[in-house]
């Protein structure tokens, strides 16, 4: 368990008061404290006084203006703070090209904070002048007078509203007559020492410990090692409580936090996945949470405030509001269903009043919800209203206006839920104070800047005491913990490097003892750390990376004399490939075979010959996809969707041959009848798509142009005129052909393959003029080189095709249609059939006359047996090469412990060898 410093301890028993940096080692101290009094046998105990130094502060002017009976401004809220510093420096730089004013306003709040706490006078600073943007000299505007300026600013609307931050008015205060004592910190802020508050011996009570270097291969690699060290120190003592420390991007502590709770519960983790910004959690936790506005139901609700503000979005962002789950009414099933019809109309863009427009057509089957969301946001709109106000009526307002919505929901809340609905309305309260700052702002400003304000907020919800916590502090800890693990600690990262504040000079820096500002600091803090660290464990491990991607890193001098012979190098080997590293036990679920449920036989193929194609590609993704329905959502694509130029193709040359009937017919007609035909089959063709694809209706009886015509997209208009331009290429290669009659165009044919139906639609049927007909398949996509003779033929639809025709076809093909190139490619009885296709080669040792034959009988045995596995329900993850380039099933398809198996028989081969 973690546990409070005998010395804090007394403090308490006493009546005394504990200061630590931050909320997180406030809370992590309060709950030490509590552990101690449990195990004492207690039910019932004077809370202690652990407080922030922010909160303790602000709690020691109180005290000051109540003994004193002076006149003390009131303390700024934090919301006001931000929003001062925001507007004073976006007024100082109004005449400067900026990328953010609110990181920047930040960035100066941050460096007045430094400032104070050192106690460094900021307008001495900028007299004094320093290197700058503009150069040396006070003249030169540097950094430190657009500080300078900002704060002076940022005092001024303070007395104009009667109000002061707590770092004003440190010096007006006494040093205090009660025990208080600080822990947590290496060395105190001077502002503390002015105090008269002590710092607690860092060295603690206990013996400090010996820490373990752990050399890992890579930072992933240092990852697993956390977790799997976890998950031992737990099974050693369930009541273990661990800290650690992971300096850098959030991401990573997210991933490590996962990797955790798979590691010690990857049971619970699947069925109850917890969450950092969402969830309490009992097992591990994120020190400092994350922003509010990262947390989902507050990122709907800023999400439909921005909708109801005017301003546009992507059709994902659209879709991912739709289908949250914080809606009251519509119910989940209808919206979906909404979301499923608004991909069908391949808008890329909307903004809310295009979407209640495009909801306006919904189908019947859809109406009732399309209008109920389609009122909620009219009325939404309306409470939102429009002009200027204050930010207290724009704080009404977005309540207002999400409860129409009826955010969030009326689903069943966990208590980090609830806990998140309630920050949110607290935050909201929060922006109204605003109102004393500023009388008006605009709607926009409004929700820009209230997001700002949710994106700025760190939020976390209250926890139990937590077995692992992660933090990104490298810090001092204040409790003692049964185990630390710090990571990262390579030689440019500890000693930290030297990051001076660049709005402060350096040499008031320097003079000030600001640790930050110089490599003798930064040293001096590292060693620090590492005697407050060894004073708070009982097991530590320091940790560092052999390498990050491509750079080759060395581990901290400072962990020297620790380190063990073989420094500098791995542990150990650790596999370098992924899908390897990202197994987890106890995380698969194992199949003793790999056969799922038999498909009945007295039903059809489902996708007619994509079952077979799918089959062919990689059984796995055959049966999730056509018998789990595991397809992708279909999204709007700019331009014409790759289906719809299939079908826009497709249709215009079924027209096209139905005209022309021969070969015979094409030769006759001259380059401009033939010109006008295809262009005529075409329009036709895109008229009959657009009103299938549920286009609006037209605005006149008159059927004008199809390029003029303002009822087709200009896309459509472009897609028609290349569909143009490839057919006219088509027609020059059919030019060249040996004589022949198109039979059939479209043609819908049932093959039965082992007890099953098949339906197929064969593209097109040629009767040759030498005799026998040709099977020919219209392309559109990217063309691929064939594989007739392997076992996994590349066309196995051509083959179903080859089945349902009967013997007399002697030849099939591809007819590839793209603006790279208009062929023919397939396989035939002779090469004088078709152009460009190659005659037939025959098996090993067989007669070449008979070649046709025998490989027909070849290719029939291999329909049989793709329509068999299927009809058997064979879901082996077995892909052609390139199969999973594209397929949407590949994380769920095993295809990882496939291919470890192998690797680990390879590597054993090689070893016995």
Known sequence: MIRLPTELNEVLKQGGTVVVPSRQRAHAARLAHAAAELSRGRRVWPTPDILSVEAWLARDVERYAAESGATVPRLLSPAEDWFLWRQCAAEATGDLVLVSRGALAEALRRASAIAADFGIDIRAAARAGGPGLGGPGPESGTEAELLSEVQRAVDERCRALGAATVSSLVSQLHPTASLVVGAGFLTLPPRLKSLRVPLQDAKGDLPAATPSVVIATDELDELERIAQWCKAQVEHDPAARLLIVLAGAPGTRERLATLIRQAIKPGGWLSEPASAAGHADSLVVIEGGAPLARVPAVAHALATLSWLGGSPGDFEAVSEWLRAPYWSSPGAVARARLDLWLRERERMHFNLRELVAALASAPSTLASAAREISTQVNKATLKLGQGAASPREWSERFRSALELFGWPGERARSSGEQQTVVRFYELLDEFGQLAAATRSISRDNAIQWFGELATRTAFRPADDDAVVTISAALAAPVVRYDGIWIAGLHAEAFPQPVQPDPFIPLAAQLAAGVPAASA?????????????????????????????????????????????????????????????????????????????????????????????????????????ELRLGSTPLDAPEPGIAADLRGQLLHAALQKLWQQLRDSQGLQSLPDAALQAAIHRCVEESANELSRGAHAPPPTSDAQGDLFGDPNHSPSLSRECRRAERLIRALCGVERERAPFRVENTELDSTLTLVGAQLRVRIDRVDVLESGGRAILDYKSGRRATADWYGERPSHPQLLAYL??????????????????????????????????????????????????SLRRQEWLARVERLAADFIAGRATVDPKPGACDYCHVASVCRIADRVAIADDNASGEATDG
């Not at 040293?523 to 097991?539: C, K, N, V």
């Not at 542990?571 to 679920?589: C, Y």
């Open 520 to 624: 003798s600091g930064r040293l001096a803090e590292a060693q620090g750390l590492l005697s407050s660290w060894r004073a708070s464990a009982d097991e530590l491990v320091l940790s560092a990376p052999a390498r990050a991607e491509d750079l080759e890193l060395l581990p901290s001098p400072l962990l020297a004399e620790w380190l063990p012979h073989t420094a500098g190098a791995p542990e150990a080997t650790v596999s370098v490939w992924l899908p390897a590293r990202l197994h987890r036990e106890g995380m698969l679920e194992s199949f003793a075979d790999e056969v799922g449920v038999r498909w009945s036989t007295d039903k059809p193929l489902p996708s007619g010959t994509r079952s077979l194609e799918l089959q062919n590609n990689c059984p796995f993704r055959a049966y999730a």
């Open 803 to 852: 089945a349902a025709l009967g013997d007399d076809v002697v030849s099939m093909a591809t007819v590839n249609v793209t603006a790279r190139e208009v062929r023919f490619d397939g396989i035939a009885s002779s090469s004088a059939l078709l152009p460009k296709v190659r005659g037939v080669e025959a098996p090993f040792g067989t007669d070449v006359a008979d070649a046709w």
